[in-house]
Antibody
Framework: QVQLEESGGGLVKPGGSLRLSCAASGFTFSDFHMTWIRQAPGKGLEWVAYISITSKVYYADSVKGRFTISRDNAKNSLFLQMDNLRVDDTAVYYC?????????WGQGTLVTVSS | QSALTQPRSVSGSPGQSVTISCTGTSSDVGHYNYVSWYQQHPGKAPKLMIYDVSKRPSGVPDRFSGSKSGNTASLTISGLQVEDEGVYFCCSYAGTYVVFGGGTNLTVL
């Protein structure tokens, strides 16, 4: 079945970096746009970035210039390089298939930015 | 990239119908027919309930329906069931960005 599994979350100090990975299985990864969405504790959903099947990339204003989304179709993997992290980047980060609709969702990986 | 506007909470009794509104702008909801709705239960990842304004993924009960008029989209749940309780988020594609609503907490009394 279609599955997405995120990894790479953890505790990092403000100004630090973290790289999230998402392993996809059960579908032809290269045929789909892919997206990162985050949810701060107790808050709503926030779109972070998406990458098209041709690797065009788009970012939310809140992360532009600090985050980089990328994909490796040969390894069925999606990545999010997060630099210059801020306290308000603390959230569960979800890897999601699609951009016009999001389905399925991974289980999420928690990123905590704190000194 | 301003968030879509949803009511903070709605409620209904089992068997009743509720409608959740989602207001955007002419750049997102009003421009694209790519509005989707997600249900989230505590501690779980969101689940797609409606896409392309009014289409239901397989496995989603036909009690769930979506519509759009101008810059406002709506999710209607008819024949409310206890398991429908949760938080509902609307979402709109807007070309170079995607925007979510703040979420609506549905309570089934």
């Amino acid at each position: 079945q279609v599955q997405l599994e995120e990894s790479g979350g953890g505790l990092v100090k403000p100004g630090g970096s973290l790289r999230l990975s998402c392993a996809a299985s059960g579908f032809t990864f290269s045929d789909f746009h892919m997206t990162w969405i985050r949810q701060a504790p107790g808050k709503g959903l926030e779109w972070v970035a998406y990458i098209s099947i041709t690797s065009k990339v788009y970012y939310a204003d809140s992360v532009k210039g600090r985050f980089t989304i990328s994909r490796d179709n040969a390894k069925n993997s999606l990545f999010l390089q997060m630099d210059n992290l801020r306290v308000d980047d603390t959230a569960v980060y979800y890897c999601v298939r699609g951009v016009l609709k999001f389905d399925p969702w991974g289980q999420g990986t928690l990123v905590t930015v704190s000194s | 990239q301003s968030a879509l506007t949803q009511p903070r909470s709605v409620s209904g009794s089992p068997g009743q119908s509720v409608t959740i509104s989602c207001t955007g702008t002419s750049s997102d909801v009003g421009h694209y027919n790519y509005v989707s709705w997600y249900q989230q239960h505590p501690g779980k990842a969101p689940k797609l309930m409606i896409y392309d304004v009014s289409k239901r993924p397989s496995g989603v009960p036909d009690r769930f329906s979506g519509s759009k008029s101008g810059n406002t989209a709506s999710l209607t749940i008819s024949g409310l069931q206890v398991e429908d309780e949760g938080v509902y988020f609307c979402c709109s594609y807007a070309g170079t960005y995607v925007v979510f609503g703040g979420g609506t907490n549905l309570t089934v009394l």
